[in-house]
């Protein structure tokens, strides 16, 4: 459909970078049932598995390409023939404080080849996943986070300012792409993403994972701090339709809020997940782990999606209740123990 | 002297990364003037030129290499047995906009293996030339900007927020590398530089060079806008002894302002240059010319230097109109004329 950045599902193929994923893996089955003509999911495997899309694995329309967004050799032939590439790949925080190389590498000139591999074969759209990390962390980040919130940085782990700032890069990329040669995209900035699938890497979905474990043990869940710190989640189903909905609608050359209906306090988080799991014993308060990187903020929080509702037609519709609940279901699944 | 993050100067040997500069020949110029034992120049010549070096050629206890920060292997071999390094090289916005693979490559993995090689070679102390431009660009730039000001991006062009994220990123990568192991580090957030041996990269200073250079030519002097636009320079003299002074001191694990006495608005500056360049006719105000990068703010700011006093007991001492006298004085002058 030349001349409109809107993308049609049905009939189109598109390649998810990153795929082998919690988001990558929910975004396949979205578009399948939507009639995509094949959805490609590129990984390799540094932090995909094979468990994240071994739902996936049979069926006709999805092919698995191993490669690496740091090979432009890889990009250019996953992306030939491809109508939208949604660009996932990406070190999080927890990774970059480990490998601050190979973080800056994935998230900054991984973008730059998906975008010129998208440009060799005239993909029609890129969908990147951003974070609300482009607002940063620490005492500014307080109030409604809307879309013209600067970044703050002050009080945060350098690791964390790293993957931030690799993210407004990043989208910055994309604007400079469609600046430069029309490239349409849209710019999605995730919140933290939980549900069906949920892997451990991303520091703020831990508080969901670790509690689940912990009551699963017979142990007291735990709440760091007094446990009123705000988060704000958004279920992976939700996202999914986020990403369909960035590529069908006509949106171009904007960067949008993807959050869940509404944040949770940790406190509130851990109790939720400890009801649901089944109950167990009380929450207990612990500081801070030395060594452990945690993402805080200067006090209550709302990422607002009330843009992405203006632009791509999107809101959230799982609230946090049910949305736990699937994340159980599945865990206590064979595909969940099994992973 | 280990467990100090003191370095003096007198019988030390210091390494500047991007040396064959505005900023690089006058720090150079200011550690030998205080006994330093050597003065490494190192660069690749991509930005740097013989010119702004060439008054340095033949001192007896400076040595140039030409080097890359993009090669380890270089960098490994220029820092060996320094007490210091001066970390200089980096593409600035305009040339971010051009090539924006090289920039984020030299902005972002050459700080990474600069670090590196100081690491290897056990040096003392890094001092990392950051910029005003972490506070970002567009509407949200204005009052007083202080250390902890968060980045703004909105309405700002893509090349001038990869060049501010890729800044944010260079001075993180401090931090890491201080938690990590320990390397002492000053960042030193410079505002637009100018005075001799001025080249024509940068952004703002542009408006000088400009100016000068119509001036001389007999032709009237623009003006973008209405002229009431805010800049905040600092004279290349005052940011080498800061430089000087960074390595000098107690001070570690900390970033903080280098500016100039007081910001300027542009009308004020291009009617000051005419002035000391001998008079001439009155500016002209344009509008902003298409395709060509301007930095704009969201009205009257001030880069605040206090902290740096605070920290280093740096404060600036020449003004403009003085720094202006002195560079139109070296543009006069036969080594300005050749340049």
Redesign the interface.
Known sequence: MPGTPAVPIAGNRFCILGGASLVGSATAGELLDHGAAEVVLFDNFTFGSDAAIAHLRDHPRLRLVRGDVMRMADLLRATEGMAGVLQLAAYMTLSMDRD??GG??VN??GV?NALEACRANRVGKVVFASSNAVY?YGP?VAGDLVE?T?????GAP??A??YG??K??GE??C??AH?KWGQDYVVLRYSTVYGERQHHRAANALYIIETLERVRRGEPPEVFGDGSETKHFVYVGDLARANRMAFERAATDVAVNASGPAPITTLELVTLVTELAGGGPAPRCVGAEPGKVRLTSGGAFRIAHEEAFRVLGWRPEVDMREGLRRLIAWRDSNEGRVA
Chains 1, 2 share one sequence.
């Open positions: 601050p190389w800056l590498d900054i000139r730059q940063g500014g013209g600067p970044f703050h940085s002050v350098p690791a300012i790293l700032a690799s407004i890069i910055q990329l604007r400079d600046r």
